[in-house]
């Protein structure tokens, strides 16, 4: 039994895994940008690694017992957030999800967000204290969990609010969620897709071309399925090998949308091929399995539902993004997490992998 | 310490492990995914990809030009810009429609309808706003890149006719080919290609028309062209000489000014067509870039038929030009005495109707030359009721009517010739004799085309030898028919048609010239019954005069209507076959003097290239 939590506790077979991805993933950006007016991105992804690694020093200091302490605290501040930026955040890309922090880089709050529901959501399954997840808990934990998907969907943000999700399922699962609950959680949600469509009329007009695009992507070949079929050709064309280390005509042209961001994972299979890919699907499945590991080493219940939370989320970002990029999912908007370039995304991730540290460094303290 | 935070919960390892083989799943289906992409599909997808960066240009291959005898350009083309209106994004269209309307100088509904036009085709096909782009709406459209980015200029090879309607007729025009040419093409065409439609421009399209070139060039997302692939370079259409000569060509034209009729001027020894003019007629320059629908409409509703070419198409009573026919007939046939004469009051009665003579009071006692110099009627009733419409027919078709001469030009008609089987076969009663006495004299059933008058006299001069008419100077293996003509024959009927010029009295003597020997003959088809046309005093008459020279095996041959005029023949149309005749032969002797000098043995070297580009054209 050691009294301190030390730097060398850190997973550092998590952390190898992490420097391979986010290897890959400036490399990728470079080749993605190399030629053209964005050249130089990779050494701002290198800044943003930088300043994630810092962070998730910072955050693993702080005892993950007193973060969950000030969960409504945090939880109120996050909403709080939400709602200034509403009101007064400013858009970019047809939605407000941005706030400008004193002159420094605009930050997107609902990755802040990300991070808080973790807590809130292990500070609440911890409170349960059964393996028995009652219907009014469950309840509880949906209101939770719908404020601030509803307030991210004003911005809105399909992609955002979606991630918040699997942290309570995830949650939810662990905590002992009955099965027959869990059976009409999901025929509600079968339920809710007809639904949803009806109301499609409800969504913003560029969100009701993306569900149109999935949906019959070849009847708008020059616009948002325009995207998704440009996808689909970079990371079919790449074949078995690939086309070879900036020799992706898709990528390189330009033909793949946001390559060097959400369509990272195209403008990699394009150049890498399917082997490369499967490199990329390995790492992310190690470090899910590393993460699940942690949660099961963690000390108490607690560390496991934060571990969980990260988890779930990450989990579900590789889920979403690589279907997307192969045209399984609709274009939402998420990123590959520490491969797509980006300084929110980025730093949410270190943030998250902070808390993970923080649990794993306090697994023999007292 | 708070109360969540108590461990005495164990951590549910199972549900975990359930989480990881959750995920361990879902990696597996994605690879599945991606296999199926990147292995089952990939060709596919890198031929789409392929597709996608490599954008094919076509290169316009330049029509070939038209050329004269003698090389002088007809017809030719030249590069032209057309400018192009982009449709896909609506928002930067709308606004820079005042801009673009102020511009270049396009009425705003003109835009407004190309615009609706193309409403339900494909956002990203562009609309053709100006065909034919000045140099001015070139400069419009590059200096407005950056503000009017909906506009781009598309180069394409226009048709060029440097002399506007001459030898219109002929040459005929070019069009967007259509949807059927376009199918039966076998993706030789694609939309929009231009063709030859009509004259020489369809006859020799295979030879005119070049071959596309094509340029590959990768482009990035936007278009932007990043490089050449490879360059098939276009290959221009091959030109076509023409056995036209532009000089008397030039004259025909000008003899012609604001007549109607037609005019073919052609070598009567190789059936080369000198000269060819059907009037009224059109500019073909108005074809080269697209038709308005009105002047479409106008062009082939005009009662005067301009898009006609009267030279072959027009088919018409010969008149007393008919003779030379029936005076073939009457010797070779023998059905009649050589020496015979006949009397002319100025009229005379067959089968109880009354037959006039063009001259009312008469040519007294006639016999074939007189009757042929003096173009009596009377003497050739009498001929006719002797002959019968058989015969007649019978020498008729041989000199060639009734059937195409075979030029090389599209819907060429054949003419008609009467005959009592056709009269059977078509109108079911018998041949009225009386009909045989206007055929004598070139009117009734039987017409003709102003090329097969032409050929006829070629063929009578030249015992009986008719060549087969064509425009193509390279033209191979001309078809000949041999009709053959006693010697005394052609001697008789050439003395008469040399009379009609030469001798006074003669309905040409007018026409001659000096050193040349001119023959011919004129004649005057009325276009209404004798009686009719004096009842409704409308004296409106076609007039033929078709000549040739020397008298016997001649060079050139001419025949020229005049329609619709006051005048007879030999005054209407005579006069252009004079001015023809005699600018040949003013450019023989040019040709042979020039000649003479540079084949003088003191200026070997001086040799001119124009003659080896005249090269020997009379062999």
Same mark, same amino acid.
């Given at each position: 039994m050691?009294?301190?939590?030390?730097t060398?506790d850190f997973d550092?077979?998590l952390?190898?895994?992490?420097a391979a991805i #986010?290897?890959?993933?400036v490399?990728?950006i470079y080749? *993605?940008?190399h030629?053209s /007016?964005m050249?130089?991105?990779q050494?701002?992804?290198?800044?943003?690694l930088g300043?994630?690694?810092?962070?998730?020093f910072?955050?693993?200091?702080?005892?993950?017992h #007193?973060?969950m302490d000030?969960?409504?605290?945090?939880y109120?501040f996050g909403? /709080?957030?939400?709602?200034?930026?509403?009101a007064?955040?400013? *858009?970019?890309f047809?939605?407000k999800?941005?706030?400008?922090?004193?002159?420094g880089?605009?930050?997107?709050? *609902?990755?802040?967000?990300k991070?808080?529901?973790i807590?809130v959501?292990?500070r609440?399954?911890?409170?349960?204290?059964?393996d028995?997840?009652?219907?009014?808990d469950l309840?509880?934990?949906?209101?939770?969990?719908?404020?601030p998907?509803?307030l991210?969907l004003?911005?809105?943000?399909?992609?955002t609010?979606?991630?918040?999700?699997?942290?309570?399922?995830?949650?939810a699962?662990l905590?002992?969620?009955?099965?027959?609950?869990?059976?009409?959680?999901?025929?509600?949600?079968?339920l809710m897709i007809?639904?949803a469509w009806?109301?499609?009329g409800?969504?913003?007009?560029?969100?009701?071309?993306?569900?149109?695009t999935?949906?019959?992507?070849e009847?708008n070949?020059r616009?948002?399925?325009?995207q998704?079929?440009?996808s689909e050709?970079?990371?079919?064309s790449?074949?078995?090998?690939?086309?070879?280390?900036?020799k992706?005509s898709?990528?390189?042209?330009?033909?793949?949308?946001?390559?060097?961001?959400?369509?990272?994972?195209?403008a990699?299979a394009?150049?890498?091929g399917?082997?490369?890919?499967?490199?990329?699907?390995?790492?992310?499945?190690g470090?899910v399995?590393?993460?699940?590991?942690n /949660?099961q080493?963690?000390?108490?219940?607690?560390?496991?539902y934060?571990?969980?939370g990260?988890?779930?989320i990450?989990?579900f970002?590789v889920?979403?993004?690589?279907s997307?990029?192969?045209?399984?999912?609709?274009?939402t908007?998420i990123p590959?997490?520490?491969?797509s370039?980006?300084?929110? /995304?980025?730093?949410?991730?270190?943030?998250?992998l902070g808390?993970?540290?923080?649990?794993?460094m306090?697994?023999f303290?007292? | 310490?708070?109360?969540?935070?108590?461990n005495?919960q164990?951590?549910?390892?199972?549900?975990l492990?359930?989480v990881?083989?959750?995920?361990?799943t879902?990696?597996v289906?994605?690879?599945?995914?991606f296999w199926?992409?990147?292995?089952?599909?990939?060709g596919?997808?890198?031929?789409?990809?392929?597709?996608?960066?490599?954008?094919?240009?076509?290169?316009i291959a330049?029509r070939?030009?038209?050329?004269? &005898?003698e090389g002088?350009?007809?017809v030719?083309?030249?590069?032209s810009?057309?400018?192009?209106?982009?449709?896909?994004?609506?928002?930067s269209?709308?606004?820079s429609?005042?801009?673009?309307?102020?511009g270049?100088?396009?009425?705003?509904?003109?835009?407004?309808q190309?615009l609706?036009?193309a409403?339900?085709e494909?956002?990203?096909?562009?609309?053709?706003?100006?065909?034919a782009a000045t140099?001015?709406d070139?400069?419009?459209?590059?200096?407005h890149?950056?503000?009017?980015?909906?506009?781009?200029?598309m180069m394409?090879?226009?048709?060029?006719?440097?002399?506007?309607?001459?030898?219109a007729?002929?040459?005929?025009?070019?069009?967007e080919?259509?949807?059927?040419?376009?199918?039966?093409?076998?993706g030789?065409?694609?939309?929009?290609?231009?063709?030859g439609k009509?004259?020489?421009e369809?006859e020799y399209n295979?030879?005119?028309e070049?071959?596309?070139?094509? &340029?590959?060039?990768?482009?990035?997302?936007?278009?932007?062209v990043m490089?050449?692939?490879?360059n098939?370079?276009?290959?221009?259409?091959?030109?076509? !000489?023409?056995?036209?000569?532009?000089?008397l060509?030039?004259?025909?034209e000008?003899?012609?000014?604001?007549?109607?009729?037609a005019?073919?001027?052609?070598?009567?020894?190789?059936g080369?067509?000198?000269?060819?003019?059907?009037?009224?007629?059109?500019?073909?320059?108005?074809?080269?870039?697209?038709?308005?629908k009105e002047e479409w409409?106008?062009?082939?509703?005009d009662?005067?038929?301009?898009?006609l070419?009267?030279?072959?198409?027009?088919?018409?009573?010969?008149?007393?030009v008919f003779?030379?026919?029936?005076a073939?007939?009457?010797?070779?046939?023998?059905?009649?005495p050589?020496?015979?004469t006949?009397?002319?009051p100025?009229?005379?009665v067959?089968y109880g109707?009354?037959?006039?003579c063009?001259?009312? !009071?008469?040519?007294g006692t006639v016999?074939?030359h007189a009757?042929?110099?003096?173009?009596c009627?009377?003497?050739?009733?009498?001929?006719g009721?002797?002959l019968?419409?058989?015969?007649?027919?019978f020498?008729?078709?041989?000199l060639?009517?009734?059937?195409?001469?075979?030029i =090389?030009l599209?819907s060429?008609?054949?003419?008609?010739?009467?005959?009592?089987?056709?009269?059977?076969?078509?109108?079911h009663?018998k041949?009225?004799a009386g009909e045989?006495?206007?055929v004598?004299?070139?009117?009734?059933?039987?017409?003709?085309?102003p090329?097969?008058l032409?050929?006829?006299?070629?063929?009578?001069?030249?015992?009986?030898?008719l060549?087969?008419p064509?425009?193509?100077k390279?033209?191979?293996n001309?078809?000949?028919?041999?009709?053959?003509?006693s010697?005394n024959t052609?001697? !008789?009927?050439?003395?008469?048609?040399y009379?009609?010029v030469?001798?006074g009295g003669?309905?040409g003597y007018?026409?001659?010239?000096?050193?040349i020997?001119?023959?011919?003959?004129?004649?005057?088809a009325?276009?209404m019954s004798? =009686?009719?046309?004096?009842?409704l005093g409308?004296?409106?008459?076609?007039?033929w005069?078709v000549g040739f020279?020397?008298?016997?095996?001649p060079?050139?041959?001419?025949?020229?209507?005049?329609q619709d005029?006051?005048?007879h023949g030999?005054?209407?149309?005579?006069?252009v076959v004079?001015?023809?005749?005699?600018?040949?032969?003013?450019?023989?002797?040019?040709?042979?003097?020039q000649q003479a000098?540079?084949t003088?043995p003191a200026e070997?070297?001086?040799?001119?290239?124009?003659?080896?580009?005249v090269?020997?054209?009379h062999?």
């Amino acid at each position: 039994m050691k009294d301190r939590p030390r730097t060398q506790d850190f997973d550092w077979v998590l952390l190898a895994i992490v420097a391979a991805i #986010t290897t890959l993933g400036v490399l990728e950006i470079y080749s *993605s940008t190399h030629a053209s /007016a964005m050249a130089g991105m990779q050494w701002k992804q290198l800044m943003w690694l930088g300043l994630g690694v810092a962070g998730m020093f910072i955050i693993s200091r702080i005892d993950y017992h #007193t973060l969950m302490d000030q969960a409504p605290v945090l939880y109120m501040f996050g909403l /709080a957030t939400l709602l200034v930026v509403l009101a007064i955040g400013h *858009s970019r890309f047809g939605a407000k999800r941005w706030v400008s922090l004193g002159g420094g880089p605009n930050f997107q709050v *609902s990755e802040l967000m990300k991070l808080i529901i973790i807590i809130v959501l292990a500070r609440f399954f911890s409170e349960v204290r059964t393996d028995h997840l009652t219907l009014p808990d469950l309840a509880k934990v949906a209101v939770l969990t719908i404020v601030p998907v509803g307030l991210i969907l004003m911005q809105p943000d399909l992609g955002t609010a979606m991630v918040l999700v699997p942290v309570a399922v995830v949650g939810a699962f662990l905590a002992g969620i009955e099965w027959k609950h869990l059976a009409i959680g999901f025929v509600l949600v079968a339920l809710m897709i007809p639904v949803a469509w009806n109301m499609r009329g409800h969504l913003k007009p560029y969100q009701q071309q993306r569900i149109e695009t999935f949906l019959h992507p070849e009847e708008n070949p020059r616009s948002a399925g325009y995207q998704v079929l440009q996808s689909e050709i970079a990371v079919g064309s790449g074949g078995f090998w690939g086309k070879g280390f900036g020799k992706g005509s898709q990528n390189q042209l330009g033909f793949v949308p946001v390559r060097y961001s959400d369509f990272i994972l195209a403008a990699l299979a394009e150049e890498q091929g399917f082997i490369g890919v499967c490199l990329v699907l390995l790492l992310y499945l190690g470090l899910v399995l590393r993460l699940v590991d942690n /949660a099961q080493k963690a000390k108490d219940r607690a560390g496991m539902y934060i571990v969980m939370g990260v988890t779930a989320i990450l989990g579900f970002h590789v889920l979403v993004n690589a279907s997307m990029v192969i045209g399984y999912m609709p274009v939402t908007g998420i990123p590959l997490p520490l491969m797509s370039y980006g300084g929110s /995304a980025t730093a949410f991730v270190f943030l998250a992998l902070g808390l993970v540290m923080n649990v794993r460094m306090r697994r023999f303290v007292n | 310490m708070p109360s969540w935070s108590v461990n005495d919960q164990k951590i549910p390892q199972g549900r975990l492990a359930l989480v990881s083989y959750v995920f361990v799943t879902i990696v597996v289906l994605l690879m599945v995914g991606f296999w199926k992409l990147q292995v089952v599909q990939s060709g596919h997808f890198a031929d789409l990809a392929e597709r996608n960066r490599v954008r094919s240009i076509p290169i316009i291959a330049p029509r070939g030009p038209m050329i004269d &005898r003698e090389g002088r350009v007809l017809v030719d083309s030249y590069p032209s810009f057309s400018i192009l209106l982009m449709r896909d994004d609506p928002k930067s269209l709308e606004k820079s429609l005042p801009q673009i309307e102020d511009g270049l100088g396009i009425d705003p509904s003109d835009l407004r309808q190309a615009l609706d036009a193309a409403k339900s085709e494909p956002k990203f096909m562009p609309v053709i706003i100006k065909p034919a782009a000045t140099q001015a709406d070139i400069a419009f459209v590059d200096s407005h890149r950056a503000d009017i980015p909906v506009l781009e200029l598309m180069m394409v090879q226009r048709r060029r006719y440097p002399h506007d309607s001459m030898l219109a007729s002929a040459i005929g025009y070019v069009g967007e080919v259509s949807v059927q040419d376009m199918d039966q093409s076998d993706g030789h065409y694609r939309p929009g290609d231009l063709v030859g439609k009509a004259g020489l421009e369809r006859e020799y399209n295979d030879q005119l028309e070049g071959t596309d070139g094509m &340029r590959r060039v990768v482009v990035n997302s936007v278009g932007k062209v990043m490089r050449t692939l490879d360059n098939v370079e276009a290959i221009p259409g091959r030109p076509v !000489q023409l056995t036209i000569d532009y000089d008397l060509q030039a004259i025909a034209e000008s003899d012609m000014q604001g007549k109607e009729g037609a005019v073919v001027a052609m070598d009567a020894r190789t059936g080369e067509v000198l000269a060819m003019v059907s009037r009224p007629t059109f500019d073909p320059n108005d074809f080269s870039v697209r038709v308005p629908k009105e002047e479409w409409q106008r062009l082939n509703t005009d009662k005067q038929t301009p898009l006609l070419n009267r030279a072959i198409q027009a088919q018409l009573a010969p008149g007393s030009v008919f003779k030379i026919v029936m005076a073939t007939a009457m010797l070779e046939s023998k059905a009649v005495p050589e020496n015979f004469t006949a009397y002319c009051p100025g009229s005379a009665v067959f089968y109880g109707r009354t037959f006039h003579c063009w001259r009312p !009071q008469g040519h007294g006692t006639v016999g074939l030359h007189a009757a042929i110099v003096d173009s009596c009627d009377v003497f050739f009733y009498n001929v006719g009721k002797q002959l019968g419409i058989d015969k007649i027919s019978f020498y008729a078709s041989g000199l060639g009517f009734g059937r195409r001469t075979g030029i =090389d030009l599209p819907s060429e008609e054949p003419g008609l010739v009467p005959s009592e089987e056709w009269v059977e076969r078509v109108y079911h009663h018998k041949w009225y004799a009386g009909e045989t006495i206007s055929v004598s004299v070139g009117q009734g059933a039987v017409t003709v085309t102003p090329i097969q008058l032409a050929r006829m006299a070629a063929a009578v001069a030249s015992g009986g030898t008719l060549v087969q008419p064509h425009l193509l100077k390279s033209f191979p293996n001309p078809k000949v028919d041999h009709f053959v003509l006693s010697d005394n024959t052609v001697e !008789q009927v050439t003395q008469g048609l040399y009379g009609v010029v030469n001798e006074g009295g003669g309905t040409g003597y007018h026409l001659r010239l000096q050193n040349i020997d001119l023959c011919g003959k004129s004649g005057t088809a009325q276009l209404m019954s004798y =009686d009719a046309a004096n009842r409704l005093g409308n004296k409106k008459m076609d007039g033929w005069f078709v000549g040739f020279a020397p008298r016997r095996n001649p060079e050139i041959v001419i025949a020229a209507i005049v329609q619709d005029t006051m005048e007879h023949g030999g005054e209407a149309a005579g006069p252009v076959v004079r001015d023809i005749v005699k600018a040949y032969y003013d450019k023989k002797t040019a040709r042979s003097q020039q000649q003479a000098t540079t084949t003088s043995p003191a200026e070997p070297s001086s040799t001119k290239p124009l003659v080896a580009t005249v090269g020997v054209p009379h062999p």
